[in-house]
């Protein structure tokens, strides 16, 4: 199947940086990405919709300004957390939409993740 | 809105026996189903994925359902191993692409 990763795989940075974690899509062109974060022992929530050349779609409750999404290529979508504080820690996970020849083919493929630990 | 429900939240059997794990969303509408497992502090891994047109997929000891006028999917895990102890996670693929996730089964299977 189609190969989706993500980089870095594990980060740990001090409060009030900003991190920039990278999801590629490997052998397919991916004109909509996902971004998931997964808190401790929940389950993962939606944060934004990437897509390519236009303005990322945010859900409701997250922060544009500091969930920063650029996808820039058909291939690459980068989520950067700014300034990024304790409450921020999590598991993120971005998702490459392969909408094949249409219809039920429509598929997800999802990166390993990355885990964003700010002290 | 789409809502998924995973049943039970928490699942422990010793090895060697058969099991079901639920999966149940509110919106018939959907492109496919997706089942994972996800190990501690781990990314997930793709189980098994079954398309709105079909009923059923297998693979090895796994097989899971999908009943999608009722809503429901089942994942089967034949013969269990300490080595299946995971969270299993269903995760329906529905308009704009995106996925609506339940919040895991969590099982653990003893030696």
């Known amino acids: 199947g189609a190969v989706v990763s993500q980089h870095p795989s594990w980060v740990i940075c001090k409060s009030g940086t900003s991190v920039k974690i990278e999801c590629r899509s490997l052998?397919?062109?991916?004109?909509?990405m996902f971004w998931y974060r997964q808190f401790p022992k929940q389950s993962l929530m939606l944060m934004a919709t990437s897509n390519e050349g236009s303005k990322a779609t945010y859900e409701q409750g997250v922060e544009k300004d500091k969930f920063l999404i650029n996808h820039a290529s058909l291939t690459l979508s980068t989520l950067t957390v700014t300034s990024a504080h304790p409450e921020d820690s999590s598991f993120y996970i971005c998702?490459?939409?392969?909408?094949?020849?249409?219809?039920?083919?429509?598929?997800?493929?999802f990166g390993p993740g990355t885990r964003l630990t700010v002290l | 809105k789409q809502e998924v429900t995973q049943i039970p939240a928490a699942l422990s059997v010793p090895e060697g026996e058969n099991l079901v794990l639920n999966c149940s969303f509110t919106d018939s509408a959907i492109y496919n189903l997706q089942w994972f497992r996800q190990d501690p502090g781990k990314g997930l891994t793709s189980l098994l994925l079954?398309?709105?047109?079909?009923r059923e997929q297998t693979s090895g000891r796994l097989n899971a359902s999908l009943d999608k006028s009722s809503g429901r999917s089942t994942l089967y895990i034949a013969a269990s191993q300490p080595g299946d102890s995971a969270t299993y996670l269903c995760?329906?693929?529905?308009?704009?692409?995106?996925?609506?996730f339940g919040d895991g089964t969590t099982l653990t299977v003893k030696p």
């Open positions: 079954i398309q709105s047109s079909q």
């Open positions: 052998d397919f062109q991916a004109t909509t």
């Open positions: 998702s490459a939409r392969d909408p094949g020849s249409g219809g039920n083919l429509d598929t997800q493929y």
């Open positions: 995760a329906v693929l529905a308009g704009a692409g995106k996925s609506t």
